[in-house]
C-alpha cells in the first residue's frame, strides 16, 4: 500500500527522511513533507487532533510543524506538512567539539525553556491521543499512567523487584505539587531539534502521544536525560547542561529530574527490540530502585 502512496505522489523510498515509532516521513519538495502514519485503529483521530492542535500554537522562535491537509489514496491514510528547514540535531552534534558543541548544546536547551511559554488550561494530561488519560492534578495522572507503562512483561522479566519500585515512585509523583500547567512536548531530543549551519534551531518536530498538559520542567529534564541516548560524550554534556540549567532557574527545579528521569524511562520502555533506548530506561529504573530503597 505505500508503494502505491509513493508513486500517487512522485516519491520514491529514497526520498524517506526518517520514520519514527508512529510514522513514515518522505520529502515532497523542499517546503512540504508527506507522513504516513502506522495503520492504527485511532491514526486518523490523532492526526486530526495534531491538526487543530499545531494549528493553534502560539508563535516561537522557532518553526514548529504544521498539518496542510489530511487525506487517504487507496485506503492509506496520509498527511501533507511543512518542511521545516536544517538538518536534525542528531546529525550535527556528533561533528561538533569544543565551543561549538557547547553552543549548540544552549541552543537546545533553549527549545525546552521556550515551552514554558505554551501556557494552556484544562485538565492535566494527554493532548493527542485517540483516548487521552485526564486527571484533576498532576502527581495523579502521572501516577495513573506510571500504573499502564509497569504493565510490561519484558520488564518484570527483566527487574524481579518492579513491584516495589513502582510503589516507591508513585508515592513520590503523588507527592507532587500541581504545577502552572504548559504544553509538555516530551519527546526534546536531538533527532526533533532541526538546527542550521550556524548552530540556531530552526525548528521543533513530533508532538504525538508525548505531548500532554503538565510540568514545563518536565521538558527541561527530557531534553537533559535524553541526551544520554546513544551519545558518547552524555556525561559531559548533561553536566554542561544542568550548570545551565542551575544557574537559570535555580537549584530546586533538580528536585523534579530524577522523577521525571524515572517516569520516562517507564514511558519508554514498551519495546525491548529497540535495544539502546531500552537500556537506557532499564539503567534509569534500577538506579531509581537502589536509591529509593537505599
Not at 512483561?153 to 523487584?161: E, G, H, M, T
Request: charged share 20%; net charge negative; glycine share 8%.
Amino acid at each position: 500500500m505505500e508503494t502505491a502512496i509513493l508513486q500517487h505522489f512522485g516519491l520514491a523510498p529514497a526520498d524517506r527522511l526518517g520514520s519514527g515509532w508512529e510514522s513514515r516521513i518522505y520529502a515532497l519538495g523542499t517546503s512540504r513533507i508527506l507522513r504516513i502514519p502506522n495503520a492504527d485503529p485511532g491514526a486518523e483521530v490523532v492526526l486530526r487532533a495534531q491538526a487543530e492542535f499545531t494549528a493553534g500554537l502560539p508563535p516561537m522562535p522557532f518553526a514548529l510543524p504544521v498539518v496542510r491537509d489530511i487525506g487517504y489514496h487507496e485506503g492509506t491514510l496520509y498527511s501533507i506538512e511543512d518542511r521545516i528547514p536544517g538538518r536534525s540535531m542528531a546529525e550535527i552534534l556528533p561533528e561538533l567539539d569544543g565551543e561549538r558543541r557547547r553552543t549548540a548544546l544552549a541552543a537546545y536547551l533553549a527549545v525546552a525553556e521556550a515551552m514554558v511559554a505554551m501556557r494552556t488550561e484544562g485538565d492535566y494530561g494527554d493532548l493527542l491521543l485517540a483516548q487521552p488519560l485526564k486527571r484533576a492534578h498532576w502527581g495523579e495522572y502521572l501516577a495513573a499512567r506510571l500504573q499502564g507503562f509497569a504493565d510490561n512483561a519484558a520488564l518484570a522479566s527483566d527487574i524481579p523487584d518492579l513491584e516495589a519500585i513502582v510503589g516507591r515512585l508513585t508515592a513520590r509523583l503523588l507527592a507532587l505539587p500541581d504545577p502552572e500547567k504548559c504544553v509538555v512536548h516530551g519527546d526534546i531530543w536531538p533527532p526533533n531539534v532541526m538546527m542550521d549551519d550556524d548552530l540556531r534551531v530552526t525548528g521543533l518536530i513530533d508532538f504525538s502521544f508525548t505531548t500532554r498538559v503538565g510540568d514545563s520542567v518536565m521538558d527541561l529534564a527530557g531534553a537533559v536525560y535524553f541526551l544520554q541516548i546513544a551519545n558518547p560524550q552524555g556525561p559531559e554534556d548533561n553536566a554542561f547542561l544542568m550548570d545551565l540549567i542551575e544557574a537559570r532557574h535555580g537549584p530546586a527545579v533538580r528536585d523534579r529530574f530524577g522523577l521525571y528521569a524515572v517516569w520516562f524511562a517507564f514511558s519508554f520502555a514498551f519495546n525491548p527490540e529497540m535495544t539502546v533506548v531500552y537500556a537506557w530506561c532499564l539503567d534509569l529504573i534500577r538506579q531509581f530502585g537502589l536509591d529509593s530503597a537505599a
